[in-house]
């Protein structure tokens, strides 16, 4: 059989979701995967990074990492988001993305895609669950399979127990706060053994 084609598709402005991604793409490979690690174009205005340092610096470190296209998204058999919360949402730069995948949509290209999802927060109650969830609305309408991870591995519980999505909190420093790796790689493996199911 043909390996699973897995898109890794992330925003970060400082980090954390780049190194969830980069973990979803590393379990991704270890259950046998084409991985595309991809980031979705910053829409922010430069005044506004260039205020911030951490996220001008996670934006200079991070220039070379391919921006998704459409065609990434038809490639894909499966795909795994990642994004910060925002005010209990996903991000801006995702939506935009995600805003202008209705001509796949119309021509019927993303049914069935396998789909899953992770998130951070400052707060562990501060919208971890729903950022998923309105992500996965998107999906839903998109007709692909969300391969949510559930309480199907003991690491999702040591993670915090999210079962929509592997989060992680991210102190003032802007550190993580819970050992997430391991829930990112079980998570990354189911999906891609959902999508194997449906290959
Ligand atoms: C505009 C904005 C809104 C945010 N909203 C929330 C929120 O609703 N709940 C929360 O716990 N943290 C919130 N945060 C904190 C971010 O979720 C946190 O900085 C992010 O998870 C870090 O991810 P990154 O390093 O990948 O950018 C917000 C941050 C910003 C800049």
Same mark, same amino acid.
């Given at each position: ?6 898109? !890794? ?12 991604a ?5 379990? /991704? ?6 991985v ?17 340092p ?6 200079e470190?991070t220039? @070379?990492v391919?921006?998704?296209?459409l @065609?990434?998204?038809?490639?894909? @058999?499966?795909?795994i988001f990642?994004?910060p919360?925002r ?8 939506k935009a993305?995600?805003d202008?995948t ?8 993303? !049914?069935?895609?396998? !789909? ?15 950022t ?10 998109? /007709?692909?399979? !969300?391969?949510?991870? /559930? ?11 999210n079962p ?8 003032q420093?802007?550190e993580m706060?819970? @050992?997430?790796?391991?829930a ?16």
């Amino acid at each position: 059989m043909t390996k699973v084609k897995l898109a !890794v598709i992330y925003y970060s402005s400082t980090g954390t979701n780049y190194q969830l991604a980069q973990w979803a793409e590393a379990g /991704g490979k270890e259950a046998g995967a084409d991985v595309k690690l991809l980031k979705v174009p910053e829409t922010a205005p430069q005044e506004a990074i260039e205020s911030n340092p951490a996220w001008k610096a996670h934006y200079e470190a991070t220039k @070379d990492v391919p921006e998704v296209t459409l @065609d990434d998204l038809e490639w894909a @058999d499966a795909i795994i988001f990642s994004v910060p919360t925002r005010f209990g949402n996903m991000p801006s730069q995702m939506k935009a993305f995600l805003d202008t995948t209705g001509g796949l949509w119309f021509n019927g290209k993303l !049914v069935n895609k396998t !789909v899953s999802a992770m998130t951070s927060a400052q707060n562990p109650h501060g919208g971890q669950e729903s950022t998923l969830l309105a992500l996965y609305t998107t999906m839903y309408h998109w /007709g692909a399979i !969300v391969a949510a991870p /559930g309480y199907t591995d003991p690491v999702t519980f040591a993670a915090g127990g999210n079962p929509y999505g592997t989060s992680v909190s991210v102190n003032q420093d802007g550190e993580m706060v819970e @050992d997430v790796q391991a829930a990112v790689k079980h998570q990354a493996k189911r999906t891609i053994s959902i999508a194997e199911k449906l290959k």
